[in-house]
């Protein structure tokens, strides 16, 4: 058995593909599985995997039968995973050669649920490369409460679980939404306490220039899918009784996205959405705090 799973979705990143499997095979720790998501791409981004499957045998493909986005192939990567711990690598970043290492190690030390590690941010559009987290000089445990647990990324390439606490949780990525990874988020660690925070950069995340982050595209889209996952999280503690003391969670999360939207001239519209929106998961008073 593996210690690690990484799930690797992959559509479309025939340039970028090939970097990130060589930084997967360069490891220093050696005992994982890849387990490589065809999302039924158009161009040459399976058949370069392909030669490094026929190659090593710890790279497996895994082909939906169309097109189904990035959350249904994370999904379908936890499915299938069989090693003790799991992490998400997007296929046109690449890794550090002792990253699996590194989290193995902060597992087995550390006795946690999920490992946590810095990473390398390069801006396409600017040229800039920075940390995404800056303001920690040393490893360290956090302890996530709902008072904090909205002041740290969603992203799920920056973390590892251990694979039996994910599938215990069953909790999946929502799917055909943007912002999957916020909702993914908040739900596991409204359950998962306390992480383990490795400062070392391990990871090279690309800020690409056409992503859903720098696109001021389909925004009408985007502020309904903030609006849907707050639905959905407030659906969520409902159903397992918590949804006194992760309240605010949600308050949170929607008041950090919902201007993270380029809504240039729609605000007016967003506030009439929002106000509609937090009335119906029961806060009938508290879109005041927003300061819209």
Known sequence: ???VSIVLPIYNVEKYIKKCLESITAQNFKNFEVLCIDDCGTDNSIKITQEFVQKDSRFKIIKHENNRGLSAARNTGIDNATGKYILFIDSDDWIEN????????????NKTDSVWFNSYIYNQKTGQTYFLTDNLKESTKIYLTPDNINNFASYAWNKAFKLSKLKSLNIKFPEGLYFEDSE??????????EIYLITQPLYHYQLRENSIVTSSDNVEKKLNDIFQITINL???FLSNNTFKQNK??????????????????????????????LKEIDFPNSYEDLNI
Not at 98 to 109: G, H, K, R
Not at 248 to 274: E, P
């Open 1 to 3: 058995m593996p210690d």
């Open 98 to 109: 002792n990253l699996l290492e590194q989290i193995v190690i902060a597992f087995e030390q």
């Open 184 to 193: 993914f988020y908040l739900k596991i660690f409204s359950n998962i306490s």
């Open 234 to 236: 407030y659906k969520y």
């Open 248 to 277: 605010k969670i949600i308050l949170r999360y929607f008041a950090q996205n919902i201007f993270s939207v380029k809504i240039n001239k729609q605000k007016k519209h967003v506030i009439t959405l929002a106000k509609k929106v």
